[in-house]
């Protein structure tokens, strides 16, 4: 018998296609710049801003601020909780992939 769900058990974090692709970027490296999402996901900068922003107020990543010489430099990692988050998420579409093969 197949696991049941109900689409109420996505998270709704995720529903933007940018967001899936910062968390996904998150989860294969411990620590990553503005610059490096810029230019992987091919945004730009107020479109990348707006959506880092609104997973670091549902404290889903976190923000560390530093300097690079005189260059202010922004780098980003998942936090446990939008780790455990956003794995879950996965593990729903995953559950809705294999119980709907035809």
């Given at each position: ?71 202010p430099n922004s780098s980003y990692r998942a ?24």
């Open positions: 018998m197949s696991k049941k769900f109900h689409i109420e058990e996505l998270n709704k974090a995720f529903d933007n296609r940018v967001r899936l692709g910062i968390m996904t970027m998150l989860l294969a490296t411990e620590w990553c710049d503005f610059s490096m999402l810029k230019e992987n996901l091919g945004l730009t900068d107020g479109n990348l801003a707006s959506h880092l922003k609104s997973l670091e107020e549902i404290d889903y990543i976190e923000v560390r601020k530093a300097f690079i010489g005189k260059k936090t446990n909780l939008g780790r455990k988050a956003f794995l879950h998420h996965l593990n729903i579409l995953q559950t809705i992939i294999k119980n709907n093969k035809i």
